[in-house]
């Protein structure tokens, strides 16, 4: 069965930084785009940044230049390495990963990770 699993999370201080990693597997599968979303409590799950097989990439505003999304597409991992974090950025991070499977037979649908908590205190 494929699945994502996320690590990285934790508690850093404002100003610190994290690195947080989405690994895929399982049996047979391709990948297409890759990202990662965050939701806060009482708030909607919301794009943080995407990166697509090739490499072009896409960010929230709220995390431009601070924030930089990357793969390896031979790892089957993306990561999102996170700097001059800031008390809003408080939250659960989701990558997500469109992905063919064997159990799909090919067909293309949005698998998501568990979740990891990011918690930055001021």
């Known amino acids: 069965q494929v699945q994502l699993v996320e690590s990285g999370g934790g508690l850093v201080q404002a100003g610190g930084s994290l690195r947080l990693s989405c690994a895929a597997s399982?049996?047979?599968?391709?990948?297409?785009?890759m990202g990662w979303y965050r939701q806060a409590p009482g708030k909607q799950r919301e794009l943080v940044a995407t990166?697509?097989?090739?490499?072009?990439?896409n960010y929230a505003d709220s995390v431009k230049g601070r924030f930089t999304i990357s793969r390896d597409n031979a790892k089957n991992t993306v990561y999102l390495q996170m700097n001059s974090l800031k008390p809003e950025d408080t939250a659960v991070y989701y990558c997500n990963a469109d992905m063919g499977t064997a159990q799909t037979r090919g067909v293309v649908i949005r698998y998501w990770g568990q979740g990891t908590q990011v918690t930055v205190s001021s």
């Open positions: 990166i697509t097989t090739g490499g072009s990439t």
């Open positions: 399982g049996r047979s599968f391709s990948i297409n785009a």
